[in-house]
């Protein structure tokens, strides 16, 4: 039922922008651009230069083109850039840009029609400027959220550092099961050890993080309460707590010590667990934010 | 240079939403959206149970969270405080919208295409409307303290907050002159002198937003 306009704001309301009907694709937009460039900086790392493509694909036209999507006038979205100052925004976008550039330049010469270029893709100078753009544009999305005041339950310090842990995770989940797909099974070699810091890293942090709202202010309060005993929990309890965390814990500690080619299915598992999880975790962050009440009234103690 | 504000007198707001009306006409709003709001509130358990009228607008911060969000500069702050949004800058985004801790502001999308008496076709109004303030689909509004009025009136030598050509519309329409409009810098001004006498204060100042709008009681 539509709201009231003289009731609007009377009890902690809920952000209904980024996450309602067309919010959807901002939330998807944002989780696309975390994981495109998780991939990127892990697949970096191992020289996995399938995965580097992958990511920047998934960067540039599922976050990128879901941005898009998502704004009023997606014709004029060329002026995000004219604020780096002051808005978190103008920050995220240009950094964005700069890292889509750079990593089509990284990428080019491993096509033979490129490969004429003066440069390789493991020069000095990517190795040094890319994982650090990969960082940025990692934490981007969820720096974004925790400059807003007005909403407690995001307001938080924490969110980014969780950003990068969910980032790398997811990172090594889709660069193993793709590196499994295409039968380059030392990939996993080298990725399992960070796969099992990065999942104990983004579990501790998310933990971490909510204990941090619980004894925060009375809304982030609330929203931590949404999570757990309200209209939320059920999709927390199942979506986060079950398939971002138990599950891929379980499978993790059974594959401990053996070989890619004897788990295929337990892992291809986890990496769906990893991509739902997450996915269902940044949802509820997003759908559980709730504003301060303006005024004093029964309503906001649902008299 | 001004810092333009508003007081209003809980005491004397007895609900009647004139000033909602009055800023909906001047600025011909589409059905849905509010720049003003009255919010009416209970308190207490009966027998014991009192109802308070809170007129609410745009606060026009001094430390607006919305202008520090915009990445492309549509939300602009002036330096006599009044907040405004360029149509024409405005990509869409909604941060501006995410930010507010008031939650003043409005996305028009497919508010445009109602009617305020559906089936009926549009009113005069509504057709003026539509010609004289061309709302843009995909863009964030909000109240801008009637600036078009506040700028014309001080061309013509006019006193905002005293001469009501150079007033906003909600305080001009206020049948019980529940709301005072002026220059909060200016000691001698109406605006400061009740906020001083009557203690005026802010809503949520706790936010740290510094807001030009006071309530007194």
């Keep these: 039922m539509e709201e009231k306009p003289y009731f609007r704001m009377m009890r902690f309301t809920p952000q209904k922008e980024w996450i309602d009907r067309k919010g959807f694709l901002f939330l998807l937009a944002f989780f696309f651009v975390e994981i495109g460039a998780g991939i990127y900086i892990v697949s970096l790392f191992v020289g996995f230069q399938l995965g580097n493509l992958l990511g920047w694909l ?10 898009f999507a998502y704004l009023g006038k997606p014709e004029r979205a060329w002026r995000a850039i004219l604020r780096p100052q002051i808005s978190e925004i103008s920050r995220g976008t240009i950094l964005l840009t700069i890292f889509l550039i750079l990593g089509a330049f990284q990428i080019a010469p491993s096509f033979s029609f490129f490969s004429r270029l003066p440069w390789s893709s493991s020069s000095l100078f990517f190795k040094i400027v890319m994982p650090f753009l990969s960082v940025f544009v990692i934490t981007h999305g969820f720096m974004t959220l925790s400059v807003v005041s007005a909403l407690p339950f995001w307001n938080s310090a924490t969110l980014p550092v969780l950003s990068l842990a969910s980032g790398v995770w997811l990172g090594t989940q889709l660069a193993t099961g793709i590196s499994l797909g295409v039968n380059q099974n030392e990939v996993f070699v080298l990725l399992e050890p960070v796969a099992r810091w990065s999942l104990f890293s ?24 949404l999570l757990t005993k309200g209209e939320i929990a059920p999709t927390f309890y199942v979506g986060v707590i079950l398939i971002a965390f138990l599950v891929p814990a379980f499978i993790t500690s059974l594959i401990y010590g053996s070989s890619a080619e004897t788990i295929h299915q337990l892992l291809y598992l986890r990496v769906g667990c990893a991509f739902v999880g997450d996915l269902t975790f940044k949802y509820c962050i997003l759908k559980a934010a709730r504003y301060f009440p303006l005024i004093e009234s029964n309503a906001r103690s649902g008299v | 240079m001004p810092r333009w504000g508003m007081v209003i007198d809980l005491k004397k707001c007895i609900g009647c939403w004139s000033c909602s009306i009055s800023c909906k006409q001047e600025n011909f709003l589409p059905p849905g959206v509010f720049f003003n709001r009255v919010l009416i509130g209970e308190l207490g358990r ?13 606060n ?9 969000v915009c990445p492309t500069g549509a939300t602009k702050q002036r330096k006599d405080g009044i907040v405004t949004v360029d149509p024409d ?43 004289i303030k061309p709302y843009q689909a995909g863009t964030v509004v909000k109240c801008d303290m009637c600036v078009e009025r506040i700028d014309q009136g001080l061309s013509k030598g006019l006193k905002p907050g005293v001469d009501r050509e150079a007033t906003p519309a909600c305080v001009i329409g206020c049948p019980t002159a529940a709301r005072v409009f002026g220059d909060l810098e200016d000691s001698r001004s109406e605006v400061a002198k009740l906020i001083k006498v009557r203690s005026g204060t802010q809503l949520h100042s706790e936010f740290g937003t510094d807001p030009s709008i006071y309530y007194i009681r």
């Design chain 1, 58 to 67: 998934i960067c540039a036209f599922l976050g990128g083109g879901l941005h």
């Design chain 1, 202 to 225: 983004y579990v501790f942090i998310s933990v971490f993080y909510l204990w941090n709202a619980k004894h925060g202010s009375l809304a982030a309060q609330e929203s931590l309460k």
């Design chain 2, 46 to 58: 009966y027998p014991s149970v009192r109802k308070e009228m809170y007129p609410v607008i745009c």
């Design chain 2, 60 to 68: 026009h911060c001094k430390e607006a969270p919305c202008v520090k």
């Design chain 2, 89 to 131: 800058e405005c990509m869409g985004c909604r941060a501006c919208l995410i930010a507010c801790p008031y939650q003043m502001r409005s996305f028009l999308d497919h508010q445009l295409e109602k009617e305020y008496f559906p089936g009926q076709g549009l009113t005069k109004l509504e057709i003026l409307g539509r010609e």
